[in-house]
């Protein structure tokens, strides 16, 4: 069993920075492929970035040169920085935990429970 934290989120203004971070914990744990996620109002769940075992990263369109996704081991945590926020960053930013590969997509075995980011102009 792995459980996720998230923590970090908050209001910020417009070019503002923030940065989110997701704590992991179990008995059972195991390192494996970890990712954000962020939910808009009314809107699909969207995968925003992935951390691979071998520590590389992948970063949708939207967010790439604005987020930064990294791993303190000593901590158990994950981190997401972001930066330059706009209007449309305004989501519930979700950890991910053990991606498998499906039908092109990927479907995480563990999720956080999710933490608010507002940015307004």
């Known amino acids: 069993q792995v459980q996720l934290v998230e923590s970090g989120g908050g209001s910020v203004q417009v070019g503002g920075s923030l940065k989110l971070s997701c704590v992991i914990s179990?008995?059972?744990?195991?390192?494996?492929?970890m990712a954000w996620y962020r939910q808009a109002p009314g809107k699909e769940r969207d995968l925003v970035s992935i951390?691979?075992?071998?520590?590389?990263?992948i970063y949708t369109d939207d967010v790439k040169g604005r987020f930064t996704v990294s791993r303190d081991h000593p901590k158990n945590t994950v981190n997401l920085q972001m930066t330059t926020l706009r209007t449309e960053d305004t989501a519930v930013y979700y950890c991910?935990?053990?991606?498998?590969?499906?039908?092109?997509?990927?479907?995480?075995?563990?999720w956080g429970q999710g933490t608010q980011v507002t940015v307004s102009s």
């Open positions: 991910a935990a053990c991606l498998t590969s499906v039908d092109g997509g990927y479907a995480p075995k563990y």
């Open positions: 179990g008995s059972d744990s195991s390192y494996c492929r």
């Open positions: 951390l691979r075992v071998d520590g590389t990263t």
